[in-house]
């Protein structure tokens, strides 16, 4: 085959390790490619580099068949004897040096355009990844799960893909077909325009075909996507699935999905046999005609053995030319898609970005949080989540949040940390007023332990650090912490803080859990801390030691507790008791509970059961 084939196929091996996003949309147009600019320009040295040696390799390529050409009429040419076997030799030292020469090329081609690639994708992720985390969770809350990590990666993987490798083909595609063209008819143009004629009508059914190979592969992977999907989530919640007996129901569904693969990957097959039916019939047919319609121009003398020579060696590079671009063009719209895609990202700017001059919060910070007549609901179209909510939390007061679900209490929460900000109303630390200051800096004031006590994958060490200033902390420290959250009694016997908690911590109980939660609060030695208290149950033993270490991380800190249990209750010095988005009683337990209103109704139902033990 020619050298234009032999090429695309070392490229493609290059690439068929990662199919990452063989299933993503793709664009309508190319213009979302221009989005990639940018980062394009970064690297314009690159570029320059990888297209030099992208039109000389190109140029070497097209030589060769010339060269066969002279090479056959020198031949051909009547010398006899030495004389012709030194112009053999010579000719054909010339085609060697150029093939050598055209495999350097290639070789340092390859290298740069695909440095290329993956430098603008390793830019790109990089961008696209801080662009994420910088986003705030009503942009995430916007985004299907899983679709985030998928821009990151099956999107990013097109686009380096397209750069490393089907952008320089296609380059060199419409190089070689043009120059291939320009040479058939340089050679003979009356044999040479004749073939090219016929070229677009034997690619025809090539590029119909094509199509619907197209069309199958990605029903088909989509279909593998879906069946993948639904896998991961079975065996992710392998427990309830097993607990329910839902085995057979997953197995049926899944075994469905497989199904619809296979015949997915049936019509693929199918198109593909009549693709080589195709083709070769084509690839042979079309070199008998090359050769009929060659012999004849030769015998009434219009062309020489090495121009028809050299002419079917051109004929080959530019049917295979034409080929190719049909089925790289696929691949440059899917590359539109990603990038238009990973761009959507790129524009977001974040809800909250520090201000042009952000105030400084005194390095002796109180904790002194105020919230004053604070309004706000998620999203444009929701009920207001707090309506004209104020509380002023003293410095180093104990404070109970409590109320029924939907009451707004994580809300408040949310606020204090700013990963939302109110649409009207003030939320202050120490007089300096949050939108004054940079989030970041704002957010160092607090020390935030969730609900659901979420840890991250790997050693005790990475998940209390996490919680420090600057997220590292000697030894020394996080073992106070662990100690101070009575976590380090159960860690120590897994090996300190190199226990490995397993994936998202779940190798330890739902108590010990909360502890290490604690301790990576603790650890950050924030002025506020705020503390979701869960609700499942703990045993009696595990109860008792989180509310020793809860007493021991409220000590000297401003405490906010979404509270549900008595024990917390009790201890705080005042109880906020909240419904429907405001503050509807305060004050202390026994004087709520005398009051008989929402919370002594609460405080009945809800820890008649735990005040009985
Ligand atoms: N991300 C969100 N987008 C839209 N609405 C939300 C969002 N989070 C909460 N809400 C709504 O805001 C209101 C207050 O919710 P919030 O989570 O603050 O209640 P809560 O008192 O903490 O409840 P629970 O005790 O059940 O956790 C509810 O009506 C809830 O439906």
């Known amino acids: 085959m020619s050298e234009a084939t032999s090429q695309i196929s070392d490229d493609r091996r290059e690439t068929l390790p990662d199919q990452g996003g063989a299933d993503r949309p793709k664009a309508r147009s190319v213009k979302p490619l221009a989005l990639l600019w940018p980062y394009v320009r970064k690297h314009l040295t690159l570029v320059f580099v ?19 050409g002279r090479a056959v009429d020198a031949g051909a040419g009547g010398a006899n004897g030495a004389a012709l076997l030194d112009t053999i030799d010579q000719y054909f030292l010339y085609v060697l040096l150029a093939a050598i020469l055209m495999g350097i090329l290639s070789a340092l081609r390859f290298y740069f355009v695909s440095r290329f690639g993956e430098r603008v994708a390793a830019d790109l992720r990089t961008d696209l990844y801080a662009k994420l985390l910088s986003l705030g969770p009503r942009f995430h809350a916007g985004m299907r799960s899983g679709e985030s990590v998928s ?30 063209i320009a040479m058939m008819l340089v050679t003979n143009w009356k044999l040479g325009g004749t073939l090219l004629l016929m070229i677009p009508l034997a690619m025809l059914p090539v590029m119909i075909i094509g199509r619907i190979i197209r069309g199958a592969s990605n029903r088909a992977q989509s279909r593998l996507a879906d069946a993948g999907a639904q896998a991961s989530e079975a065996l992710d919640a392998i427990e309830l699935v097993q607990a329910y007996g839902q085995e057979q129901r997953r197995e049926k569904s899944f075994a469905e999905a497989a199904e619809a693969v296979f015949q997915a990957a049936l019509k693929r097959i199918t198109a593909r046999a009549f693709m080589i039916l195709a083709v070769s019939i084509m690839l042979l047919g079309g070199m008998v005609g090359i050769l009929w319609l060659g012999a004849r121009a030769v015998a009434t003398g219009q062309m020489t053995p090495g121009e028809l020579t050299q002419m079917i060696l051109y004929a080959f590079y ?44 005194a390095s002796s910070v109180q904790g002194h949080l105020i919230f004053d007549a604070v309004d706000f609901s998620y999203g444009t179209d929701d009920a207001p989540a707090l309506k004209g909510f ?3 939390v003293q410095p180093g007061e104990f404070v109970a949040l409590v109320g029924p679900s939907g009451a707004g209490k994580s809300t408040v929460f949310r606020l204090a940390l700013r990963l939302f900000d109110p649409q009207s109303g003030h939320i202050t630390v120490d007089g300096v007023e949050a939108p004054d200051t940079d989030p970041a800096l704002w957010r160092s004031q607090f020390a935030y332990a969730p609900q659901e006590s979420a840890l991250f994958t790997g050693t005790a060490r990475e998940n209390i650090a996490f919680g420090a200033q600057g997220g590292t902390a000697p ?5 106070d912490a662990a100690r101070m959250a009575e976590a380090w009694r159960f860690l120590e016997d897994r090996g300190g803080l190199d226990a490995d908690l397993g994936q998202k911590g779940r190798s330890l109980s739902g108590g010990q859990r909360q502890r290490v939660a604690l301790a990576r609060a603790l650890v950050r030695r924030a002025p506020i801390l705020l503390l979701d208290e869960a609700t499942s149950a703990l045993d009696s033993e595990s109860e008792g030691l989180v509310q020793k270490a809860i007493a021991a991380a409220a000590e000297g800190r401003t405490t906010l ?3 549900h249990r008595l024990s917390t209750i009790r201890r705080a010095d005042r109880i906020i008791v909240m419904e429907d988005g405001r503050i509807v009683e305060q004050g202390s337990h026994d004087a709520l509970v005398k009051k008989g209103g929402l919370y002594a109704r609460l405080a009945e139902m809800q820890f008649a059961a735990e005040a009985a033990e």
């Not at 030894?475 to 073992?479: G, N, Q, T, V, Y």
Request: hydrophobic share 55%.
């Open 475 to 479: 030894d020394a420290e996080l073992i």
């Open 318 to 361: 530019a049917g295979s030319g034409f080929g190719m671009l049909a089925e790289v063009w696929g691949e440059v719209m899917r590359a539109a898609g990603a990038s238009d895609r990973a761009s959507e990202i790129l524009r977001e700017t974040p809800e909250i970005l520090p201000p042009q001059t952000a105030l400084p919060i």
């Open 50 to 68: 990888a297209l030099f040696f992208l039109v000389v390799s190109t140029v070497a390529a097209l030589s060769i068949p010339w060269l066969f």
């Open 390 to 392: 104020s509380l002023d």
């Open 151 to 180: 821009r990151l990666t099956a999107d990013v993987t097109l686009i380096e893909q397209f750069l490393g490798s089907s952008a320089s083909l296609a380059t060199r595609t419409i190089l070689s077909t043009t120059g291939a």
């Open 561 to 563: 507790v979404i509270a």
